[in-house]
């Protein structure tokens, strides 16, 4: 779905050919790279053992999409607006490990530039391959560097750094490293562990430590071992069938999950300090659907629980559901105003873009940006495949050619922008 170009630059030019017949120059991976956190060592070292993620290698774009890596989708879920920028879009991604978000990243942002780091050679090892046999409309560099060592790499607009800091001695020092290399009123997608849906894990990490079970290969055995003779009532035993088996086949998954040498977890209050240390803004959470009210309530206590302050409707659902496992969120370097539309005339004058994340496009009976069932009316239909017949970068909802009275633009306008399908720029 997304054909195009990938072109990896290397300070030593070294020309290889991808499998795509597309010309492609390796990335620099260097050796002996500045190591400004305790931990970097071990687990740079851990993750050459084990390149995580596990996801296998393919010819071709990467299977679907994440929205939260379409930089144009994630700050319309984080302002109500597309983003201002002009000129090539730069993203950083921070700690890349095998590549599978920067493939993402690299096909869901045509033109941009992005920077890829990764601390363990092996893992970018794997990342090189992923990325020369996927092909994408960006530049990606990749090299083996600390996200504690990026000073003057930025501004970058959108930087992804997911299931990272967490595995940092000092994770504040990396956050704090990554603020200044953001964009001002760019966005920073973070994913930490939580406290509560990881008791389980906790435990057995616990476990194999006390029975000398190491980060490597023998230490992989001993934790198989250990999950498959437990009793079958055994509740981690229960809990890892149920929620992890699937996830942890690959054995640098499983790794990861129980053998890590260094994690930290948190708690929604301390993840706030944790952000506010870095002076940074919580924009929200990146999977909302889990912090739906009516998801766990209804009835009177819905009504009651809609009433508290959002922080405290944040708390109450983390208290009443224990298996929230970790946190994935959208920061910024300044407050976002969401803008909600309500003007007519705003709303007419704005520019249009169809969202780029749509599964099964162009039909009226598709996935919508977080594969959700979306069947558009007739007239939603009509304005996105008129929108997308346009040789026109974001027409105003006012100019589309399509003999509609302005109520009724506003009103289609309006509800495609409420199903996420819709994504609307504002004009000054």
Known sequence: MFAGWLVLRRRQGQAMRGSGGFSLISPLVSSGFPSSDAATPVV????????????????????GYNWRWCHATAYSHCSGSLPPWSGP???????????VSSDYLAHLNPGAEILAVDISAGALEVARERLSRSGALAQVRLEQRSLLDL????????????????HLQDPLAGLKALAPLLAPGGILHLFLYADAGRWEIHRLQHSLALLGAGSDGEG???????LA????????????????????VADANFADMYLH?????????????????ADLHF??????????????????????????????QWLLLEALDPDISHFEFFLS?????????????????????????????????????????????PDQLTLLETLDRLDQARPSLGSLPLGWSGEKRLQIARELWGLDALLLAHRD
Request: charged share 25%; net charge negative; proline share 9%.
């Open 89 to 99: 879009l730069r993203i950083l991604d921070a700690g890349c490990g095998t590549g």
């Open 283 to 312: 924009l929200g959470f990146s999977n909302p659907n889990t912090w739906a009210l009516e998801r766990l309530l209804a009835g009177e206590l819905l009504e009651r629980a809609r009433a508290l302050p959002q922080r405290q």
């Open 151 to 166: 000073a003057g790499e930025g501004p970058f607009q959108h930087i992804n750094s997911v299931g990272v800091l967490h």
């Open 261 to 277: 040498p260094q994690e930290t977890s948190y708690d929604l209050r301390r993840l706030w300090e944790f952000v506010e240390g």
């Open 333 to 377: 370097n300044q407050p976002l105003e969401k803008q909600n539309w309500a003007d007519d005339e705003t709303l007419l004058a704005a520019g249009l873009e169809r969202n780029p994340c749509l599964w099964g496009w162009p039909s009226a009976t598709l996935m919508g940006h977080d594969f959700q069932p979306l069947n558009l009316t």
């Open 220 to 226: 992989l055995r001993l934790g198989r071992q250990l």
């Open 229 to 248: 003779e437990l009793p079958a009532e055994n509740r981690l035993r229960q809990h890892h069938e149920k929620r992890w088996a699937l996830d942890t």
């Open 44 to 63: 740079s070292a851990f993750y050459d053992r084990f390149p995580y993620p596990g996801d296998p290698l393919q010819d071709g774009p990467p299977p």
